[in-house]
């Protein structure tokens, strides 16, 4: 059964540093979509992705995020100075265009220290 | 903004025993989807619910959403211990693409 990928399962880095997080989508699915949680919190929507380019942000989304799709099969958070309050689980997600349902990767623990 | 509401925060139940999960919008639903997320782990997609009064089951677990479409509940018969996680609902703007915004979950344990 396909499934979304995300690497690495964890990421711990020091702050100011630029991190990039990785996932590969479903093969056939056209959106994605980048997701966040806090420990103890909600899952938050940061970003969507069509056609090449954002279709969707939240607040959370600042200039210090961006997202890329280098090829055809990478989808890609980078942030560029991590803070601390950016420790969360980043979860990629892809969707077909038909099907509204979006199936998630396994997520990556990102530690800021 | 929309929020979503879920109840309980956690439940307990002796396995073989049947529980409801709800899920209450503070707006009109388009799309209602139910998550499961083991701890520290990626959400599983269990079904989508688009249609007032809509049902949905697989296994031992249904899902509705009432007609108003403000209201949703997942339900699970005979539970067993592989029931364990977090129970997400999460609702769309009703486009393909759009963000999905989630409740805080439940916490299922099953007690064997």
């Known amino acids: 059964e396909p499934e979304v990928t995300q690497t690495p399962s964890h990421q711990v880095t020091q702050m100011g540093q630029e991190v990039i997080l990785r996932c590969v989508p479903i093969?056939?699915?056209?959106?994605f979509y980048w997701y966040r949680q806090i420990l103890g919190q909600k899952v938050e929507f940061l970003v969507s992705f069509y056609n090449n380019e954002i279709s969707e942000k939240s607040e959370i989304f600042d200039d210090q995020f961006s997202v890329e799709r280098p090829d055809g099969s990478n989808f890609t958070l980078k942030i560029r100075s991590t803070k601390l309050e950016d420790s969360a689980m980043y979860f990629c997600?892809?969707?077909?265009?038909?099907?509204?349902?979006?199936?998630f990767g396994p997520g990556t623990r990102l530690t800021v220290t | 903004s929309q929020e979503l509401e879920q109840s309980p925060q956690s439940l307990i139940v002796q396995e073989g025993k049947n529980l409801t999960i709800n899920c209450t919008s503070s707006?009109?639903?388009?799309?209602l989807y139910w998550y499961k997320q083991k701890y520290g782990e990626g959400l599983i997609f269990l079904m989508m619910l688009q249609k007032g009064g809509e049902e949905k089951s697989h296994e031992k677990i249904t899902a509705k959403l009432d007609e108003k479409k403000q209201q949703s509940s997942l339900h699970i018969t005979a539970s067993q211990p592989s029931h364990a996680g977090i129970y997400l609902c999460?609702?769309?703007?009703?486009?393909?693409?759009?963000?999905?915004?989630f409740g805080k979950g439940t916490t299922l344990s099953v007690s064997s």
């Open positions: 707006k009109t639903l388009y799309g």
């Open positions: 997600a892809s969707s077909t265009d038909s099907v509204y349902e979006q199936y």
């Open positions: 999460g609702a769309d703007m009703g486009q393909a693409g759009t963000a999905l915004i």
């Open positions: 093969s056939n699915h056209l959106y």
